[in-house]
């Protein structure tokens, strides 16, 4: 089953905050976060393995509560750099299968 | 440390006919993973290979195969081309298991008409 994101799209001005949001039906075990910018192919972000535990790449965190079955990302002080559109995925078994939500696209504006 | 290389880059097909990708991983990787991204689907998972098997296959027709050599490069074809079918191409590779990050190539866009 695919993990649902939300929201997806949002506008932001350069230093505004903003959250993103991946949810499953089923058990997650861990989650792993992705970057695509436009023309570009998705770059990783982070990976969180285990429920509780946060993450951070430059002004991004993440977050994972196995429990809720779903995992955030947080963008602070956004900057022009951090525009494009943003894919959670779940691994699917015990191999490199992932399965990647809808996305959610961020445009940080000056 | 070379990246994971696609072939072709862009390609225009007409309905029916049959195309050919193919995906060079980073050096080390055995674990090869193909997704078709169109703006409507996100990212949907095709197959992914390792070690020349097949490991896993997502919800698409057999029309989609693909292959895994020996040196871990992996093509994929798609017969019968239909003009849904036109989408970005990506050719990911990985460490194996479930946490290791994927690596993904620049991509082949496929036009059908």
């Known amino acids: 089953q695919q993990p649902v994101q939300s929201p997806q799209a949002v506008i932001l001005r350069e230093g505004e905050d903003a959250v993103i949001n991946c949810s499953s039906s089923?058990?997650?075990?861990?989650v792993h976060w992705y970057r695509q910018k436009h023309g570009e192919a998705p770059v990783f972000l982070m990976i969180l393995l285990k429920g509780g535990e946060q993450k951070g790449h430059e002004k991004i965190s993440a977050s994972f509560n196995e429990k809720k079955q779903q995992s955030s990302l947080y963008l602070t002080a956004s900057q022009l750099s951090y525009s494009g559109t943003y894919f959670c995925g779940t691994p699917s078994g015990n191999t490199g299968k992932l399965i990647f939500g809808q996305g959610t696209t961020l445009q940080v504006k000056p | 440390k070379a990246g994971v290389t696609q072939t072709p880059r862009y390609l225009i097909k007409t309905r029916g006919q049959q195309v050919t990708l193919s995906c060079s991983p980073i050096?080390?990787?055995?674990?090869v993973s193909w997704y078709q991204q169109t703006p409507g689907q996100g990212l949907q998972f095709l197959f992914e290979?390792?070690?020349?098997?097949?490991?896993n296959k997502g919800n698409f027709p057999g029309r989609f195969s693909g292959r895994q050599f020996s040196n871990s490069r992996s093509e994929m074809n798609v017969s019968t081309l239909e003009l849904g079918d036109s989408a970005l191409y990506l050719c990911a590779s990985s460490l194996p298991g479930p946490t290791g990050e994927l690596f993904f190539g620049e991509g082949s866009r496929l036009t059908v008409l």
């Open positions: 089923k058990a997650l075990y861990s």
């Open positions: 290979y390792f070690s020349e098997t097949q490991r």
């Open positions: 050096s080390g990787h055995r674990s």
